[in-house]
């Protein structure tokens, strides 16, 4: 079965970086496209960054844009989330999500059936 363990999240200043990672496991990691979300408390899960099967496309939410940085390393089944420039606003919970079909573009936010159980990220001073 599939299954996703994100990881690397904490307490961190603003103005700091975090890197954060998704390890997949029960599939061929590389056919599929992956995908982080988060959620603040009392707000809905909103889209942050997506990277299709191949690695070669990547696509971002604009309130993150420039700032965060979504990338894989196939070898490791793993894909991460480097984010950088860290804002308060940035406070939530970071899932890490996959398509439930192979071969997935990275622009199918709404196709990311599969689902971690989420790192909380806590941006404060």
């Known amino acids: 079965q599939v299954r996703l363990v994100e990881s690397g999240g904490g307490l961190v200043q603003p103005g700091g970086s975090l890197r954060l990672s998704c390890a997949a496991s029960?599939?061929?990691?590389?056919?599929?496209?992956m995908g982080w979300f988060r959620q603040a408390p009392g707000k809905e899960r909103e889209f942050v960054a997506t990277?299709?099967?191949?690695?070669?496309?990547?696509y971002y939410a604009d309130s993150v844009k420039g700032r965060f940085t979504i990338f894989r390393d196939n070898a490791k089944n793993t894909v991460y989330l480097q984010m950088n420039s860290l804002k308060p606003e940035d406070t939530a919970t970071y899932y890490c999500?996959?398509?439930?079909?192979?071969?997935?573009?990275?622009?199918?936010?709404?196709?990311?059936?599969?689902w971690g159980k989420g790192t909380l990220v806590t941006v404060s001073s």
């Open positions: 999500a996959t398509t439930r079909a192979p071969y997935g573009s990275a622009y199918d936010t709404n196709g990311m059936d599969y």
């Open positions: 029960g599939r061929t990691f590389s056919l599929y496209a």
């Open positions: 990277i299709n099967w191949s690695g070669g496309i990547t």
